[in-house]
Antibody, heavy 125, light 108 residues
Framework: QVQLVQSGAEVKKPGASVKVSCKAS????????IHWVRQAPGHGLEWMGI????????SYAQKFLGRVTMTRDTSTSTVFMELSSLRSDDTAVYYC??????????????????WGQGTMVTVSS | DIVLTQSPGTLSLSPGERATLSCRAS???????LAWYQQKPGQAPRLLIF???SRATGIPDRFSGSGSGTDFTLTISRLEPEDFAVYYC?????????FGQGTKLEIK
């Protein structure tokens, strides 16, 4: 079945970086854009950015420019999200999510139909 | 950038009642590309509605979406116990793709 499986929980110190992975299966990896969304404890959903697994193009939310890098490895059908210069307010569950349908135009999107299980990232000294 | 505002923040209803949730956009959502998601504690969000009014695969017909432009509504016709959760709207018509702040649907 179609699924996204994320890496496990992380604990990092302020100033460090974290890299979260999201492995896709059950569909053609390069045909669907992948988004990253985060949710701080007790808060709502925050869109971070999008990656095109086919060519590797990315588009990031203004808030994360300069701190986030999204990459992919087509040989393992995996996308990665790396966030640097971590602060305590980066503590959150990080989700990857796939578009509902294949979108041809970049960086257009569709609704997020398939979600990973989430990765808890805790930033604490 | 488009900003989404959901109301009410919390809605207290009983099973069997009708729920009406609102999502207002700061500017018109291109192509009415508005989605609704349900999230339960400890779970990832689940897509309910896309394109403002189309139900996603496997979503019961008691869930319906309506609206266009800047005003959108999610209606749950008869609440089941499993419907009590947090609901988010999201626009995906133009980047960035923000979510509303959420409406918590709680049991009265």
């Amino acid at each position: 079945q179609v699924q996204l499986v994320q890496s496990g929980a992380e604990v990092k110190k302020p100033g460090a970086s974290v890299k979260v992975s999201c492995k896709a299966s059950g569909y053609t990896f390069t045909n669907y854009y992948i988004h990253w969304v985060r949710q701080a404890p007790g808060h709502g959903l925050e869109w971070m950015g999008i990656i095109n697994p086919s060519g590797g193009s990315t588009s990031y939310a203004q808030k994360f420019l300069g701190r986030v890098t999204m990459t992919r490895d087509t040989s393992t059908s995996t996308v990665f999200m790396e966030l640097s210069s971590l602060r305590s307010d980066d503590t959150a569950v990080y989700y990857c999510a796939r578009d509902r349908v294949r979108v041809i135009l970049w960086p257009e999107s569709d609704a997020f139909e398939i979600w990973g299980q989430g990765t808890m990232v805790t930033v604490s000294s | 950038d488009i900003v989404l505002t959901q109301s009410p923040g919390t809605l207290s209803l009983s099973p069997g009642e009708r729920a009406t949730l609102s999502c207002r956009a700061s500017q018109s959502v291109p192509s009415d590309y508005l989605a609704w998601y349900q999230q339960k504690p400890g779970q990832a969000p689940r897509l309910l509605i896309f394109g403002a009014s189309s139900r996603a695969t496997g979503i019961p017909d008691r869930f319906s979406g309506s609206g266009s432009g800047t005003d959108f509504t999610l209606t749950i016709s008869r609440l089941e116990p499993e419907d009590f959760a947090v609901y988010y709207c999201q626009q995906y018509g133009s980047s960035p793709y923000p979510f509303g702040q959420g409406t918590k649907l709680e049991i009265k």
